[in-house]
Each structure stands twice: as C-alpha cells, then as structure tokens.
C-alpha cells in the first residue's frame, strides 16, 4: 500500500510538471538563482593598468582618499559583475601625498667669483663655516627642510670644483649625506664613481644606508636622510634620493604611499565598508557562559558545553534573538573594546535546531552599544 501511495505521489508530480511550460519552469529557476546573488570576498592591490586603462587616469595613483571611495567601486564592479550584497574587498592602493616638498624642488647654484669675495680673496672656500654663512646670506628666508645643491671651488691642498648637497634645519644649514668614491667602489661603480640611472641608484642607497650607515646614531621612526649621488645619463648629473627610517629600516620616500580601503557590496553597488567578518569560536562560547551563567543559567550551560546555540524555542535552553545580542555585546565587548560608533561586524556562529548548521548576525556599534545593523 505505501509503495502505491508513492507511485500516485510521483504520477501527479510529473502531471503536474506537463501542465507547466518547460520555458515557464526556467524561467522560474533562473529568477530564483538571480534572487541569490554570489558573495564573494577578495584582498587586491591596484596595478597600473587598473589606473590608466580601466579609470583612465593621467597618473597610476589617487589625487586624494575621496577619489579612491569614488573609483574603487567602478573597478571592482568591473572585475566581479555577478558578486552581490555582502561582498567585501579590501583594497589596496597607491595615494599621491607629498611629504617633501623638495624632492623635486630642489635649488640649485653655482658660485661666481662675486660670491667668494666676503670670505675670501682667493676666489674658493677653505671651510664649511664660510660655506654655511654663505648659503645663510644668500638665503635668508629659507624654510625648514628646503635643499641646496651648491657648486663651488674649495682649497684643500688644491682647488677642486665640488658639488654638494645643504639642507635647512629651521635654524642653520647643514651638509647633507653624500655618496663617497669608496662607497661607490663597493656598490661596483668606482670605475667612474656615478650610477647608471636614478631607479639604480635609489635601489643600492637603500641597501647601502641599511647595511652600513647611521648606526652609530640613535634613529626615530621618521627620521628622513638626504643623500645626493651622481647619475649619468649622457652627461653627470647630480640628484637627491630621500629616504625615510620606519620599522627598523631605512626605506624609499616619494610622493606616492600605499593606503588600504575596504569595500562592501549593499546589493546595488560597491561601497566603502569598515565590516569586520568574525566566526566564534568555543573560548568566545565559554566567555557568554560565563558571564551569563547568572542570569541564563541553562542557556549559558548549555552554549559553554556544546559551543552553539540551541535555537529550539521552547526548550529550556532557547537563546532568543535578544539573548544572542545581550551575549554580542559581552563578547565584541571583550574583544574590541575601544571599536568607534559605526563600526560594523558579521558575525557568525554555531546553532542547534535539531541538527547543527550556523547562524549570520550582522552588528553595528552606535552611542556604545551593539545593536542588530538595520541596513544589513
């Protein structure tokens, strides 16, 4: 009798499907796959090209952080057409900020026999004393951090013509680091004592300074080095690399830093996101408990025995939507103390309703407090 029933059962299902149109049932399923976008998540860095052909932009970075929450999201609209609400890239990027002024606004002079006649009757310098009153003169007005490339003749057994780099402290001039001839001897350049490029040179100054200069000295993060070296390029030619002490090393400094964003997708377009995605773990089921053990002594027990939830209203230890906030709060308490207002996060965890599976909140910080993200 059972198998008759299920016989019966499977004739009117199929009845059933003859009476709707094969392109009506498609139809139906596609709709239902469109209704359930994909959620994708994804770390990248911009290269190049993102820049200059997908933006169409003149330089491959942003002008300003606004630029990037404009752009960012035509570039990954682009990349993931078919990702949807609840995907998250994090974005990294290369920002246009200028932290020295002189990199590329460096004033450069050459003495005239004028020049030398308060100091001296010999048309040259034979101490940097001279030199620095010089340049002091000459330059009253100058602003902190400004460089000088100056070439001048000095007597030191004979006259030679130098050039060399100065740099204003806010209160007096002082010699910037120059490459020595034996330094370029040991960065294989001594033949003619000058790099064959500037990329060239500011990738072996770097590995010089951090190899063998300045650690006699105590050094601050921040601390910026000017180091004026020769480069030819048909004819010898004179140039600054700046260089920045962050984390224990001495590093590159340009006009370009990177800079990280994350990006959400809200179901109609990528926008900047500051959600943290989080999965809890049994000690963050033991941390609830016991801080709930009090107030919901079988709910608590039961979540630090089994690390879940038991979602089976009804049952003695039910956690009710208001139970899984209240023990939110005590953990995003704990582990994110000092999160700002609007900080959001996705948090998931393991439930019970008869058989195990899991559970998404998405949260949101507001006047203190942790509350259930109505824009979720």
Not at 246 to 256: A, P, R, Y
Not at 282 to 296: N, P, Q, T, V
Not at 321 to 336: G, Q, T, W
Request: glycine share 6%; proline share 4%.
């Amino acid at each position: 009798m059972k198998n008759i029933s299920l016989l019966a059962g499977l004739f009117f299902s199929l009845f059933i499907l003859s009476c709707e149109p094969v392109e009506d049932i498609e139809n139906e399923i596609n709709a239902q796959l469109d209704s359930e976008p994909v959620v994708g998540a994804v770390e990248y860095t911009l290269v190049e090209e993102d820049y200059t052909d997908v933006l169409d932009l003149r330089f491959p970075n942003f002008s300003n952080t606004d630029q990037a929450k404009e752009l960012v999201p035509v570039l990954l609209s682009d990349m993931f057409p078919f990702w949807g609400k609840g995907s998250q890239a994090l974005i990294t990027y290369d920002l246009y900020s200028p932290v020295l002024r002189v990199r590329d606004n460096t004033t450069r002079y050459r003495l005239t026999s004028e020049d030398y006649e308060p100091y001296s009757r010999y048309g040259n310098f034979d101490n940097y004393a001279d030199i620095k009153d010089f340049l002091s003169n000459k330059y009253p007005n100058a602003e902190e951090d400004e460089l000088v490339l100056l070439t001048f003749k000095f007597y030191d057994g004979s006259v030679n013509t130098w050039t060399e780099g100065f740099i204003f402290d806010g209160s007096k001039w002082n010699e910037t680091m120059r490459v020595t001839d034996a330094q370029y001897e040991e960065m294989g350049h001594g033949r003619f004592n000058n790099f064959n490029s500037q990329d060239q040179a500011e990738t072996k100054l770097q590995i010089l300074l951090n190899n063998t200069v300045f650690y006699d000295e105590e050094i601050v993060d921040g601390t910026v080095k000017h180091v004026l070296y020769k480069y030819y390029d048909g004819s010898v030619n004179y140039q600054f690399a700046n260089y920045i002490f962050k984390d224990n090393m001495w590093t590159l400094l340009t006009n370009v830093v990177p800079e990280t964003l994350q990006f959400g997708n809200n179901g109609e377009t990528w926008v900047p996101d500051n959600t943290i995605k989080y999965e809890l773990t049994a000690g963050d089921f033991s941390i609830i408990a016991d801080a709930l053990a009090g107030k919901y002594p079988e709910p608590a027990g039961s979540a630090g025995n089994y690390a879940n939830f038991d979602r089976r209203e009804g049952r003695s230890a039910y956690w009710s939507e208001d139970m899984i906030l209240e023990a939110m709060n005590i953990l995003l308490e704990s582990k994110v103390p000092d999160a700002e207002n609007g900080q959001k996060f996705v948090v998931t965890y393991a439930v019970y309703t008869g058989t195990s599976g899991t559970e998404t909140v998405y949260l949101i910080k507001e006047e203190g407090s942790w509350i259930y993200n109505p824009d979720a």
